[in-house]
């Protein structure tokens, strides 16, 4: 991927290049400003996660981005055009996977999917998508007999069968098993590798670090930091933690150089450095930090 700067300056042009390109979107609900001059480009083709607190203003930037809310100021372009007067054929490339959910329904999990799939031009094949999401044993039993997390995949079932070129995931993997996240991921990736630009907010931390090319802060309405998840808050040159026992007790040293360190540690000991470890700060490390300094 060329270099590209991690994200747009105030007033720099929109970028016709990018998936979605927002400059100074402000949305305001009475007098209160949810967001508050956002700048931001998505790139075709990657995984991006937008993180932040509950009211941070991810889910009103996402809905104006589908075209569900007005917006007070700025530009915003979607696949090229403007979500507040985008036509059908625009929608019909982009998927969405609601916060809320499919919820209760008499009608099959296959029956469903026929339905939405029916609303496309080129839809996915039906039995394919519910092989996908994982559900190929419950594509005859209704929605409502789902439990929380098959509902959830039945969700982004939903959202993929158009064969979307957009896809918005909003805390998509909500209620899933530790199992069923870790399948929800592969298949996430395995869109990706179709090429499906993905735009998804998650309250989990692990989640953004493991599928997101990149990951955007918000807190207050306002971008805070926009980078790879490895160097989010300069994760990647932070000091790193060094840790062993030595005579019972556990001793810990942070430094900046953790190589130089544990090999003056391993000259010191005839074998192995007793209950050695070397951590850097996680994500959440990091973004805790950074929502906590607003
Ligand atoms: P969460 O992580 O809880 O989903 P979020 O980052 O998606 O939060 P938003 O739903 O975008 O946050 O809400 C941003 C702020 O705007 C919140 O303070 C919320 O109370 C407020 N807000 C959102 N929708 C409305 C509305 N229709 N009317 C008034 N205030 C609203």
Redesign the pocket.
């Known amino acids: 991927m060329a270099a590209v700067a991690d994200r747009p300056r105030p007033g720099d042009p929109l970028d016709p290049d990018a998936a979605i390109s927002i400059r100074g979107l402000v949305r305001r609900?009475?007098d209160?400003t949810?967001?508050d001059g956002l700048d931001l480009d998505i790139r075709r083709g990657e995984i991006f996660a937008l993180l932040?607190?509950?009211?941070?203003?991810?889910?009103?930037?996402v809905e104006i981005c589908e075209g569900y809310r007005a917006r007070d100021a700025g530009e915003v372009r979607v696949l090229g055009e403007d979500p507040a007067d985008g036509a059908r054929a625009w929608k019909a490339q982009l998927g969405i996977v609601l916060?809320s959910g499919s919820g209760d329904s008499q009608l099959t999990v296959r029956e469903l999917l026929r339905a939405q799939a029916s609303y496309y031009a080129d839809p996915r094949d039906v039995d394919e998508v519910i092989a996908l999401v994982g559900l190929t044993e419950k594509a005859g039993v209704r929605g409502r007999s789902l439990s929380g997390g098959q509902r959830r995949r039945l969700d982004v079932a939903l959202g993929i069968v158009g064969r979307p070129t957009l896809l918005f995931l909003d805390?998509p993997t909500t209620g899933f098993d530790p199992e069923a996240r870790r399948q929800f991921w592969s298949l996430i990736r395995s869109l990706r590798d179709l090429g499906t630009t993905m735009l998804l907010?998650t309250?989990y931390l692990d989640e953004a670090e493991a599928l997101a090319d990149r990951v955007g802060v918000?807190a207050r309405?306002r971008l805070v930091e926009v980078a790879v998840p490895s160097a989010l808050g300069g994760r990647e040159s932070a000091p790193a933690t060094v840790s062993w026992t030595e005579d019972g007790t556990r001793r810990t040293e942070a430094t900046p150089t953790p190589t130089a360190f544990v090999a003056d540690l391993a000259a010191r000991f005839p074998g192995e450095v007793p209950d050695l470890a070397v951590s850097r700060p996680t994500l959440e490390d990091v973004y805790l930090q950074m929502i906590g300094d607003r």
């Open positions: 609900y009475g209160f949810a967001v932040g607190p509950n009211g941070a203003g991810k889910t009103t930037t916060q805390e907010t309250h918000i309405g």
